[in-house]
């Protein structure tokens, strides 16, 4: 089994920054993908950004260039730097791991809140 902690999320104004993280354990597999996504009220959840174990990343479009998606192989930890945040950011924010290339094993955090005020 693996388990997926994230932290880091919060409230912050419009035009702030936060720094989400989240640590795998368990029986962590390789090579695998890990991501955020995110979920507004009444929306779909929605891809954020992903980096593979050999560091390829994917962002959405709407949030390239603000956005930073980074991990730590030893700590088995995936970090996602946000700045310029706008409110419509706001949402629940999951990590993701899954296997590659299929996602055969694929494995959710409970969610953080990040909340950006206008």
């Known amino acids: 089994q693996v388990q997926l902690v994230e932290s880091g999320g919060g409230l912050v104004q419009a035009g702030g920054s936060l720094r989400l993280s989240c640590a795998a354990s368990?029986?962590?597999?390789?090579?695998?993908?890990m991501g955020w996504y995110r979920q507004a009220p009444g929306k779909q959840r929605e891809l954020v950004a992903t980096?593979?174990?050999?560091?390829?990343?994917n962002y959405a479009n709407s949030v390239k260039g603000r956005f930073t998606i980074s991990r730590d192989n030893a700590k088995n930890t995936v970090y996602l730097q946000m700045n310029s945040l706008k409110p419509e950011d706001t949402a629940v924010y999951y990590c993701n791991l899954r296997s590659l290339p299929t996602g055969f094993r694929n494995y959710w955090g409970q969610g953080t809140q990040v909340t950006v005020s206008s």
């Open positions: 368990g029986s962590i597999f390789s090579p695998n993908a």
């Open positions: 980096i593979t174990s050999d560091g390829t990343t």
